[in-house]
Every structure is written in C-alpha cells, then in structure tokens.
C-alpha cells in the first residue's frame, strides 16, 4: 500500500456545505465503532466525498486485502490457515456499511490477540540463543514478495530470520564503531582494546530483546479503538490516498505538524507498506540545517540519546513518531535506509523549527559571463495564517520580495517551489495575479454543482518582465496551480524534473462529534476525518490529478525512475477533463522547444547532471532488491560497496564563480533576531552559488531573454 501526506488548505467559502444527523434509530450507543462506521459510511462519506465508490463485493475484497496489509502487512502473525478463516467475509464489508452484521473485525482481533502471545514466545526463545552469521542464507524484507507461513513453526523460522537480519544490522555498526574507535585511539596513541565477536553479538541479542519488549508491550496495550480506527481506515483507502479517519490523539499530533510550532527534528513521516518513510523535510527543522536525512529516506530504529535504539519497522506511526518527537535540546539517534539500500546512523538535535527559514525570501544573481541580472525567490510552502490572528501570508512575502528585486532591475526572474508540497489556494490565486493582468487561475470542482472558477479580479501587474519558474517531483498541490497557471497563460518557462508530484485534490477536516447525536454524546471524542472533497483544473480544463505539471524545460532529477508521486499511491483519484475556460495567453513569440534543446546540449556537457542521472539508474536497481543476505561477509561487501558508490555522488555540488550573489536584504547589526538572519541568509547564498538547478534555471533565462530581444527587434 502507498501513502503520502501533502495537503492543501482551501478558504472557508469554497467548503462544501451539506447537513444531517445520525440516524436516530441507529446502533447501541455503547458500541463507539458502529456509530463511527455510521457516521462516516453511511453519512459523510455518501454526502462529501469527491469520489463516488459502489458498494459491492468487489469492493469488499478490495477493503479486505487493504486491511490485511494494514493489520499485518509483513506477514509476521498471521498464518495461511488464519487469513482462510477471515476469507469467509471478505464478501461482506459491503454489507456492514450498509447496516448488516459482519464479525470480521472481532474475529480478527482475536486470531491477532493469540498471535501476538504466541510471537512474543517466539523472539524470546530466539534471542536466547546466538546467532550464527557465518550462514549462508537470506531473507525476503518485502511482505508483498512472501506468502504467509503455513505454519506456526514456518512462522517462526520466519521470525529467527528478521530477528537475525536485525541483528546483523547492529553487529555491523557495532563492527563498524570498533574500527574507527580503534582508529581514533592510535592517532592519538591510546591503548584500544577491543570487544570480541562473541561479546558484540551477545550484546547486539541483549539489545534486541529489550527492543522488542518495548515494541510488543506497545502491541499489547493496543484497545479496540486502536484496531477499530485500523479497520475503517482500511476500508477508507479505497476512496482515494488522502482520505483517513483520525482518533482525537493522532488529530491532535496532526495539528501539532501541521501548525509550523515543531519541536523535533522536522520531518513528515508516513506509513507506507509498514515502513516509517520520510515524505517531507521541514524548512528551517534542525533535519533541514543538518542536511542529511532526505525525503524517501526508511527509518528503521530510534534511540534517544546513548540508550539502545528500538526498531519502529512495523511499528503504528504514531508511535514511532512519538519516538522521534521529543524535548528542544536532546538527542535522537535514528537507524536510516537510503533509497540505495546503505543503513546509516544520523544524530538530530531535536529543536523549535527556526519558522523565518519557512518563509519567502530572495536574492539577485549576477551571471559574470552574460553580464545578466536574476531574481531568484525561494518559497518552501503556500503558508498562511488560518487562524485569523495577524499572521503571515505567502502572498503578501512574495509581493514584498518581487518589489525588493524589481529595485535592482532584473533582466529575470525565478520562483523555486521545488519540495514545495502546497499550501493556501487564496495564496495561490492572489500571488499568480502579481504575474498576469486578470483572469481566471484555477478550477475547483465538487461532488455536486458546477466548478468554481478563482480568478484574478484586480487588474495590473506587480511584475511584467520574463519569468521562470523552478519545480521537482515534490512540488505538489498549490505549487502545480501556480506553475499550471503561469504555464497555460504562456507568462513564465516551467523548469525541473519530469513532472511535479500530481496532487490535485482538496481535503477538508471534518470534527465527528458534530454529526453525533445527543442521545450519543457519552462516546465522545470520537475524532475526525479528512475528506477529499473536491478537484482541481487547469483553466485549459486538464486535471494536474496524476499527470501533475510537465515543464517545458526538463533536467534530470535524482528520482526519476523511483515511483512516487500521486500515481504511486493506491486507489488516487484518476485524471480527467472538464470544460476550458476562456483566456487570453501571452504572445512572446519564444519558441521554448529552442530553450529545451539549449538545455539539453549544456546538460550533457554537465559533469554534475550526467552523475545525477547514474544515481538515479543506480537507486532504481538498488530500490528492486528487496533480499537480503544474513551471512555477515556477504553483508560487509554490500554495505562496504554501496558506501564506496555513495561516496561518487554524496556532494552533487560545485561553486559557479561565475556567480555573484548580491542581498536585497539590509541587517541590523545591533539586533541580535537581524544578526541570526543576516547568518542563516549569507548560508543560503553559499547554496545558491553551488546548486547547479539553479545554475542551469539561470542559463535558461539568459536564453529566454536573448530570445525575447529578438523577437522584439525582429532579428535573427
């Protein structure tokens, strides 16, 4: 199962507005999971939702194989002859949606309570005994690629092999530690003395048990609205990848991410195929200052501080990131497979996210070669202040910023939004308005009426010259409305990866205790649910669901043969069409095939793009090994060649001297808040001169605009 978290924010007036009540006939008030499914199935969900999904025995089947793989997705407890007993109702969630009885959902927790015991006997008994890594055998990590154990006992067995490839995992590092202790203690001419093989492996089994004491006294203080939440949530994967039901407390920590007032490392995690996966670095989070952690990036274990880490592999999210979350100031030490395969450890720092570095800011460039001047501004995301308090706003930076550089005269000017995952849709409508003198901006569609068409209703502009705008896979949402807009009006050259992410769907929080009735109230909280309630379009009609923003400049991307965006994600919404909108797009007379075909030719040229797109080859072949050996040399070699690779592309950087970054920024130097910005600024400035996307979004415009005094002189 695929699942990505990236959301859009839309204003209050574009909500769909609908009423009703529970039903007041409806289920034994005790029972908190039938009034849920109530609730959600048979109201919300009938009433809101985009997507409209017939209920029938298709869809049952399709519910029950999601909610295996949520329940057990590895495949570690349950056995053939169990999944046969639950097989009797995977016809019949149709049914209960629709009123009818359907014993799946306890009969499960009951076969899973038994399994639960019975594992929790199994890796005792294994970590009791070593383990020999001069074996020769393997083990399949990817659930999908296994079927379940006919067995208790081939249960077990595969139980001593993850436990084993655990092990090796820790023993390794623990090798690995020893040497550059070694190393480090005969530099400085200090005595080392090593521990022995036996009594690293001792250790590593020592530490495991303690980790999987934790991992499965969690699991069994697990209640039945803990699996009850699994279970709809199960069923709510078929209406599409951004639709879920959250219990209070995970709303809660939701609410915590998604305010900007972080204090952890920074990262946005998701659960996908039972991984803990990074989607999303937070701008200015103590994991965006360090650099290292990345978005697709697997944790496999946390530990805080010195104390020993706990596998979160499996794990429910919310208790994983519990583990990660923590305390400004302390430590937190996470286990992290990159997309190659390499296992490393990285040491975070958790602190309060530095929220300036989340906001909009700019610079000009000066191409020494070309004589050119380029306005670059940097948006992380479409903020804005929902809350009404007198906050910041997206739109108002990036006006504020335009007018900085257009004091300076630029020949150009560029708008990064790569890694830039959305935001406020007013933000988007307003800030496109700055670039064209009026029109519509985007299509809203709903379950029930016409589309909504946002426009820009004031008329001027606050720039006219030539404009750029940068995008990745992982600009998504309210960046690909900007760069759609902008593409459509034909007012700016779109350059970066294949595509941007595909996300054009709307989602909206909805609180179930306001649908509950009163008869029902002592059940409450009963938590929330996101909603995927409307579409967006292009003014040209096209859906950016999907197929996202092609670019009319493409340059290679580190992703580019890895499966991500919206189209990876199980049950996305599909792309369509609806009815144009009229617009007068602009006539440059630049033919941006020619820009294109420049790009290419100095790409290939580009010592630092070709290395790029080596590494993309290479972590597309690393990403499909899903084996993994368990003797201990084998496993060295891999490890050790995989860091020697990593090693040709870990600084995909290079100073370009013939940049000068100039600030548009003035500092107080007798500030001590102006004196953190004048630091954090001179930083980025460093960045700019030694990112070649940038570097090459500046070549394009350096065409662009020749391009653009030709056209105007009539030249050739």
């Known amino acids: 199962m695929k699942k990505k978290l990236i959301f859009i924010a839309v204003p209050t007036v574009l909500i769909l507005i609908f009423s009703f009540s529970i039903f007041k006939s409806g289920p034994d008030g005790s029972d908190k999971t039938l009034v849920l499914k109530d609730i959600i199935f048979r109201g919300l969900i009938n009433k809101a939702h985009f997507n409209t999904v017939e209920l029938n025995d298709d869809f049952s089947r399709k519910a029950f194989d999601q909610y295996l793989k949520r329940v057990d997705g590895n495949k570690h407890f349950f056995i053939k002859e169990d999944v046969k007993k639950l097989e009797q109702y995977k016809d019949k969630i149709d049914d209960e949606l629709n009123g009818q009885p359907n014993p799946l959902l306890v009969t499960t927790i ?11 006997q199994y890796y005792k008994e294994i970590l009791a005994t070593p383990f020999d890594f001069d074996q020769d055998e393997k083990v399949e990590l990817d659930g999908e690629k296994r079927e379940y154990a006919s067995s208790t006992d081939e249960l077990r067995e595969e139980w001593r092999k993850y436990l084993k490839y655990q092990a090796l995992l820790r023993y390794y590092n623990k090798i690995e530690g020893q040497e550059k202790e070694a190393e480090a203690a005969k530099k400085e001419g200090k005595e080392f003395t090593p521990k022995t093989n036996e009594a690293l492996e001792a250790s590593v089994r020592e530490e495991l048990l303690k980790s999987y004491n934790n991992y499965f006294d969690r699991l069994n203080k697990m209640d039945h609205d803990d699996k009850a939440a699994e279970y709809i949530n199960a069923i709510l994967t078929l209406y599409g990848p951004h639709t879920e039901f959250y219990p209070p407390e995970e709303k809660a ?40 952690l990345k978005e697709e990036d697997v944790i496999m274990k946390v530990g805080q501080g010195d104390e020993e880490p706990i596998s979160v592999m499996g794990m429910p999210l919310k208790d994983a990131v519990k583990m990660i979350r923590g305390k400004k100031g302390t430590e937190v030490r996470l286990t992290i497979k990159k997309p190659d395969g390499r296992i490393t450890v990285y040491s975070i720092i958790r602190d309060v996210v530095v929220l300036e570095e989340s906001y909009a800011k700019s ?12 306005g670059v501004i940097h948006l992380p995301s479409f903020y804005a202040d929902f809350s009404g308090k007198g906050g910041r706003s997206s739109s108002t930076d990036v006006k504020a910023e335009l007018e900085k550089l257009t004091k300076h005269n630029p020949d150009a000017i560029l708008i990064d939004l790569r890694f830039n995952g959305g935001g406020s849709l007013q933000d988007v409508v307003d800030m496109t308005g700055y670039f064209i003198d009026e029109g519509p901006v985007v299509q809203v569609n709903s379950k029930l009426g016409a589309p909504t068409i946002l426009k820009d209703k004031s008329r001027g502009v606050v720039y006219d010259g030539p404009l750029g705008v940068m ?9 690909e409305i900007l760069a759609a807009a902008l593409q459509d009006y034909n007012r700016a050259v779109i350059i970066g990866s294949e595509s941007t992410f595909g996300k054009g769907t709307v989602q909206r929080f909805l609180e179930l205790d306001y649908y509950l009735n009163s008869s029902y109230s002592h059940l409450k909280p009963l938590g929330s649910l996101k909603l995927t309630i409307q579409k967006f379009y292009r003014i040209t009609g096209k859906s950016t669901q999907w197929k996202g923003v092609r670019p009319d400049v493409i340059l290679p991307d580190t992703y580019d043969f890895i499966d991500i965006g919206e189209k990876s994600l199980d049950f996305a919404l599909e792309y369509d069409e609806i009815v144009p909108q009229k617009f007068t797009a602009l006539n440059d007379n630049i033919d941006k095939t020619v820009l294109s075909a420049k790009s290419q030719k100095r790409v290939k040229d580009n010592e630092i793009f070709q290395l790029t797109v080596e590494n993309a080859k290479r972590l597309q072949k690393q990403r499909d090994k899903t084996s993994q050996t368990l003797n201990f040399e084998e496993f060295m070699v891999e490890q050790k060649k995989l860091e020697e690779e990593a090693k040709k592309f870990n600084d995909l950087k290079k100073v370009h001297e013939d940049m000068e970054v100039v600030s548009v920024d003035t500092f107080d130097e007798s500030s001590e808040l102006d004196k953190i910005r004048k630091t954090n600024m001179e930083r980025w400035y460093k960045e700019l001169k030694e990112n070649v996307y940038l570097y090459e979004s500046m070549l394009v415009m350096d065409d662009y605009t020749n391009k653009l005094s030709v056209a105007q002189t009539g030249a050739e």
Not at 259 to 273: K, P
Not at 363 to 374: E, L, R, V
């Open 471 to 479: 995008v990745n896979h992982f600009s998504a949402s309210a960046s």
């Open 253 to 292: 920590n939701f609410d915590i991410d998604m305010s900007g007032q972080l204090e952890g490392i920074g990262a946005q995690l998701s659960l996908i195929d039972g991984e803990v996966k990074v989607v999303r670095i937070v701008p200015g989070s103590p994991s965006w200052k360090k650099g290292e």
């Open 363 to 374: 610079a000009i460039i000066n191409h020494k070669t070309s004589g050119k001047k380029i």
């Open 110 to 120: 009951g076969i899973w309570d038994q399994r639960v015991a019975e594992a929790e």
